[in-house]
């Protein structure tokens, strides 16, 4: 959630630096630089000036890195006590260089930005706060600062702002269609979260970040069930996943909210089993095309019984008492407790590999990762096999799909028929042609359909009927 915080060391010298340069700007004469920022729905001119790099400081409530900050607990837990200190300062650079799937990987696209500043400087102004806390162009000033620069070119915000009025205007800037580099897609989902805590509308919210509004409840659900799984994924330790686990999940996370959605009309148990089988096989890495195995057809299968059999789920109770009310409410399905139970494990056991807390040990790693091992090697058995289940499933669906394919297109067939007779159109030998095509065509059917069937239905007895007087035996 935004929070509110202190002014950064030396905030009150800085303050009336900044309002001396844009005051020399403003008497200077000539033409002067400005940058159009959108503030409650109006726009304003703030003035262009110079300012050392070394005097400004990078913003933590930006959220071009939010998620990436839980990258590392502790650092992060220092950042939220002291944001102005080096080493929060630090950190916070590190991250805008890192890759937002990954940062222990440096991110590509922020050496394309640095190259594009070398050789041809800084196009468009940053925007700071009188305090000198970058607003936009944090990015930009990490890669300034890299290559060696003095100063960069800002706009000043008027003195009035808020952090609330700050974040509302970083949004509003990363938001325009221009802009060179989007939010990560767990940093857009905090983002329209913040929105919402501020009392704006789905319909506002949805609006400004262009998309529709059954989208934005979309990415509300996704980013609720991601905070959920980071809590159950907590050892006794504390130790937890990260908001930036899950940067690379985007498509397979909308395509199971969208599967949860429709299954939940319906079977509510069979929506959540399936819900925590695919966020399971997610946190395994799986494929989106893999991932989709896991649907309906899967429970249909009894595949999941290859994953949750033998697992850790204790026995359920057959209902839950509502505290004051007297009444009781039936308790979650076995089969949901079980799959739940092995998810949590799974969550639980990657929380252990991917922390950095040297209390958990080789020991304790190697446990935790011949958990996931033996996880990825059940999902691997059991997606495989619904594979195979999918492709025969089609297999035996295809000849009654082409039939009635076939059928539709009789029945164009004889609407064409009426008109060309009508209009005395009609190629006669060319049609009767065609027709005979059909009788061999429904000879080979008769003869196919009629194989290994001592009782055949009404349509195959039919069928065989109406060709018998061609030889069919």
């Known amino acids: 959630m935004m929070r509110e915080f202190p002014a950064p060391p030396r905030a009150a010298e800085f303050s009336e630096l900044v309002s001396k340069k844009v005051d020399e700007v403003k008497v200077a004469g000539g033409t002067r630089e400005t940058v159009t920022v959108d503030w409650n729905g109006q726009q304003a001119h703030v003035e262009v000036i110079d300012l050392q790099l070394s005097s400004l400081f990078y913003n933590p409530s930006t959220h071009r890195i939010r998620a990436q900050r839980s990258h590392d607990p502790e650092r992060d ?15 916070l650079q590190f991250l805008l260089k890192a890759s937002p799937a990954d940062p222990n990987l440096r991110d ?19 925007l700071v706060t009188r305090h000198g806390v970058l607003v936009n162009g944090n990015t930009r000033a990490a890669a300034l600062r890299e290559l060696g620069e003095q100063s960069m070119r800002v706009g000043v915000l008027p003195a009035s702002f808020t952090w609330a009025d700050i974040n509302a205007v970083e949004l509003s800037l990363q938001l325009r269609k221009d802009h060179r580099r989007d939010y990560s897609y767990i940093n857009r989902l905090i983002a329209m979260e913040e929105q919402a805590a501020l009392g704006r509308t789905p319909e506002q919210i949805a609006k400004d970040f262009r998309i529709q509004v059954r989208t934005y409840h979309q990415e509300r659900w996704i980013l609720s069930t991601i905070r959920e799984l980071i809590e159950r994924s907590r050892t006794g330790g504390g130790n937890g996943l990260r908001l930036v686990d899950w940067e690379g999940a985007q498509e397979r996370l909308k395509e199971l909210q969208r599967l949860y959605v429709k299954l939940e009309t319906v079977d509510r148990d069979q929506a959540e089993v399936l819900k925590e089988l695919r966020l399971a096989a997610i946190l395994l890495n799986f494929s989106k095309t893999d991932v989709r195995h896991i649907n309906e057809d899967f429970l249909k299968d009894g595949l999941e019984q290859r994953l949750i059999t033998g697992g850790a789920s204790a026995a359920q109770p057959q209902s839950v008492s509502i505290p004051g009310l007297g009444l009781e409410v039936p308790a979650a399905s076995s089969a949901v407790a079980e799959a739940r139970a092995m998810n949590d494990e799974i969550l639980r056991a990657a929380a252990v590999v991917s922390s950095e807390t040297p209390a958990i040990g080789d020991e304790g790693k190697a446990a935790a990762q011949d958990v996931l091992d033996s996880a990825k090697a059940a999902f691997d058995g059991a997606i495989e096999a619904a594979g195979r289940n999918t ?24 609407s064409d028929l009426v008109q ?15 027709v005979v095509k059909l009788r061999g065509s429904l000879l080979k059917l008769a003869q196919q359909a009629g194989r290994g069937l001592p009782q055949p239905g009404d349509g195959v007895a039919w069928l065989l009927e109406a060709v018998s007087a061609e030889g069919y035996r």
């Not at 002291?82 to 630090?90: H, I, M, N, V």
């Not at 696209?109 to 940053?126: A, M």
């Not at 060309?420 to 065609?434: G, K, N, Q, V, W």
């Open 391 to 414: 492709r025969l499933r089609k297999r035996k669906q295809l000849a009654p799909a082409r039939l009635a394919e076939a059928c539709a297109s009789i029945d164009q067939c004889v």
């Open 77 to 91: 837990a220092a950042l939220e006590k002291d944001p102005w200190s080096a080493e929060s300062q630090d950190y």
């Open 420 to 434: 060309a007779r009508t209009s005395r159109s009609l190629d006669e030998e060319a049609f009767d042609d065609a």
């Open 108 to 126: 590509k696209e922020f050496d394309t930005l640095k190259e594009s500043l070398q050789q041809f400087g800084q196009n468009d102004p940053g």
